[in-house]
């Protein structure tokens, strides 16, 4: 029998009685909580697994287990289909609708004639135009991403776009980054989340997003640039004081001469030995008109002056130093399990990444059957990310939202919105940068959007707000997953809310939800 000293007070407890009843009327349930409930342990398993519980995640961890779901999240057999109404909404935007190089082109286009316009006011607004296009796009991009992390059936997966995205983070707003921040996502992070990280390393050198925020793009013998180059030891693979120098930094700027973006007017006639050496990949070109063939020596490694083949080579001896296994584990440690993870775990994972070859999955599988992650149960703090996707995932379980403009306004209030890192650092990922005062105070405030439905989620954008409709949290989810779990301070938080919006409130706001 349960102890009643946590109970709600009798106001409430004869509220949430006639909720309870609703909801057996309306499901045909025979009692508030399931009889076969997950385990506490399987609860807080899955919560780690992925950005919140819902009832689809719920249901699926049940008919498979937990060995054979991480088998097929880790594999790809649980795929990225979002419902119906999430991809034709998707689908309506223009960023997903339109391939990048038509993208790029429209906007060439769109350049070419505002530089031929008259100075004056017709000019101005063009201009004007032109920056609120690029804003949608990046707008839509950052939709896209929130979209794909709130309904994608492979929790994991969305876990691990989201943490690439921050691991190789771009700035939307530089040059026109904007413009393709949704390939990025989509073609460059996601399809290579849970594969090889070496591979991972080159889709990100070959993005344009990259080539763009990095100014490698600009990057060409005789007028070098470091900065890709830097940035590529420093923060996406070995990490500083990883044993890396200054030598090793300049000699990796001439491997990448003549990395960056495909130009979009014909380059004319070129020498046929010249024009053999051209590497294409979509928006990707190495040209060797731009290129230092001259031999170089990384990290101790000697490379010839070939062309393309001395970044193929860089890479693959960066990513198989150990410091590069230790960087990359380390940091997947922090997200997941705690903000300071012990030698021990680091160590066994990047044993795990070296011995294969930097296979993300595998090294994910460590981290998740390793003793440390049920240590870290209830400890690890939600970032802004987490707090709104959890939030939304929780709240609506699996009810098509119509418009993801909220998502973001939140994200922004919080401090952390998609693209919007200036610096190629990315986002911290440990409890200190999120748990300020102010933080929390706006974490309430979007609790209440969310819990008293006091948001635009479901009305369209440009339509009136049909309704004052607010999610019911009090569901059988709730039941089987939460509640035998909630502490005393949150119980009684709980018990004081007079409203459901108000219970949801709470709820959403309690250190039991942020923390997971």
């Known amino acids: 029998m349960q102890d009643t000293s946590n109970y709600p007070s009798l106001r409430t407890r004869s509220w949430l009685a006639a909720v309870s009843m609703l909801l057996v009327l309306g499901s045909g349930a025979a009692t508030a909580r399931d009889a076969h409930a997950l385990s506490q342990d399987d609860v807080d398993w899955l919560r780690r697994d992925s950005f919140e519980l ?16 991480l088998d097929r999240q880790l594999d790809g057999r649980v795929g990225d289909d979002l419902p119906a109404p999430i991809t034709a909404l998707i689908n309506s935007y223009e960023a997903a609708n339109t391939p990048t190089e038509q993208l790029l082109t429209n906007l060439r286009d769109e350049q070419d004639k505002i530089k031929n316009m008259p100075e004056g006011d017709d000019k101005a607004a063009a201009k004007k135009d032109q920056q609120q296009h690029a804003n949608d796009l990046l707008q839509q991009a950052q939709e896209i991403e929130m979209l794909h992390a709130i309904y994608g059936p492979n929790q994991l997966k969305e876990q691990m776009v989201w943490f690439w995205l921050n691991h190789f983070s771009v700035y939307g707003a530089k040059g026109r980054v904007r413009w393709v921040a949704a390939d990025y996502v989509q073609n460059t992070i996601r399809p290579h989340a849970l594969g090889k990280f070496r591979d991972l390393v080159m889709a990100t050198l070959e993005s344009p997003a990259m080539m763009e925020f990095l100014d490698n793009a600009q990057n060409a013998k005789g007028h070098v640039n470091e900065n890709y180059a830097r940035e590529l030891m420093e923060l996406h693979t070995l990490g500083v004081g990883s044993g890396y120098t200054q030598q090793d930094v300049q000699q ?18 070129v020498r046929p030995r ?6 294409r990949n979509g928006m990707f070109e190495f040209s060797p008109k731009r290129h230092d063939f001259s ?12 062309g393309f083949d001395e970044i193929s080579e860089a890479v693959d001896i960066i990513t198989k130093q150990p410091a590069c296994a230790q960087f990359v584990s380390k940091k997947l440690a922090e997200y997941f399990i705690t903000d300071e993870p012990s030698p021990e775990l680091v160590a066994k994972m990047a044993h795990t ?29 939600k970032d802004p990310m987490q707090f709104v996707v959890s939030s939304v995932r929780m709240a609506y379980d699996g009810k098509p939202i119509a418009n993801a403009k909220p998502l ?23 409890s200190t940068g999120w748990s300020s005062s102010g933080q929390m105070a706006k974490r309430f405030e979007i609790a209440g959007a969310i819990g008293t439905g006091n948001n635009r989620l479901l009305t369209p954008e440009g339509q009136p707000k049909s309704g004052g409709d607010f999610p019911m949290l ?27 919006q108000e ?3 709470f709820l959403l706001s309690s250190p039991d939800f942020n923390y997971r």
């Open 408 to 430: 973001l306004n939140w994200l922004n209030q919080l401090g952390e919105p998609v693209f919007g890192r200036l610096t190629p650092d990315g986002w911290p990922l440990d």
């Open 503 to 505: 219970w949801n409130t």
């Open 252 to 269: 990796l700027a001439l491997i990448l001469t003549g990395a960056g973006v495909a130009p979009l007017r014909d380059p004319g006639a």
């Open 54 to 69: 819902d009832s689809a995640t719920v249901a699926t961890y049940r008919d498979l287990g937990r060995s054979h779901l």
């Open 353 to 381: 990444f070296q011995r294969t070859d930097g296979d993300i999955a595998e090294v994910l599988r460590t981290m998740f059957e390793s003793k440390e992650l049920a240590a870290s149960y209830g400890k690890k703090f």
């Open 274 to 279: 010249v024009a053999e050496m051209v590497v």
């Open 295 to 306: 031999d170089k020596v990384l990290l101790g490694h000697k490379i010839k002056g070939s």
């Open 474 to 500: 009090t569901t059988r989810l709730y039941y089987d997953t939460f509640d035998t779990k909630l502490s005393t301070p949150t119980r009684d938080a709980l018990a004081k809310a007079t409203t459901q």
